[in-house]
């Protein structure tokens, strides 16, 4: 069984090819960047569409397969930015029809959980979801992905990315200010908001970015990060209590960054649980993650019909039937 993956959520265009044994036999994208400023969903949709076909042609070159080898066509469903989503959504249900393939939605921070939870042999863990526009703390429960904590109002990545763009930087900045964490142990004194199992970031960012330049850049940006980490490694080790569990999978572009790992890294040894970590070109927004839950939805018996098929702008994980636990 082959299913080709399509991904367009937000700043990456990805086309994805993986088998039944989750072995990915593509993974080509394009991602959107900017030099200066943050990314406008108008000008990141002009780069999916622009750079679509070359991508997807790229990913047939590359596993050597043709439509006639794909048994299902996924795509990412949402959340995500509406003209973003758009570009995978209309190209699938295209190759679907013209080729008469079944069709399978797919919701992106499943997505995530899934190819993680896959590369990295998970048992039964809680999942540390971390990305640009979330960051969730869910756990499997009866077929769903249950959401114990997340943040009420910005993703962490999208915290670090704005927190850099008020420093001068491009998009992504997020990858860029990580490397300061470890330039730096001097801690200014920041809103830490965990509000019961819920986080809050914007307050955080407004009073960090109201402190450039009056104390050095790298001090604070370790203290931002450090603020944000400790706050997310607070809200997993209560859920790790309640939950009894023994894994946590951090997932999500975030999963990336050496000092979020390094913060959780202590916390789970402290109590004894052990941290996994998704690696890092499949934590990233990529389509193989798209193409390896479309092909366990559609084995499991799930497709979603054309009439069914628009995109989902507010696409919770907890909305999903997890039909293949
Ligand atoms: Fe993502």
Redesign the pocket.
Known sequence: MICLGLES??HTFGAGIVDEKCSVLANEKSAFTTEKGGIKPSEAFDHHWQNAPMVVKSAFEKSGLTMKDIDVVAFSQGPGLGPCLRTSAVIARTLSLKHKKPLAGVN?AVA?IEIAKKLCHAKDPLIVYT??GNTQILCLEAKRYRVLGETLDIGVGNLLDSFGRSLGMGFPAGPRIDGMYFESGNYIELPYSVKGMDLQFTGLLTSAEKKIGTVPEKDLSYSLMHTAFCMIAEVTERALAFTGKKEALLT??VACSKALQKVLGEMCSARKAKLLVCPAQYAV?NAAMIAWTGLIAFRAGKTTKISESKVIQRFRPDSVEIAWS
């Open positions: 959520t937000a992106h995530h990305s640009g999500g572009g927004d």
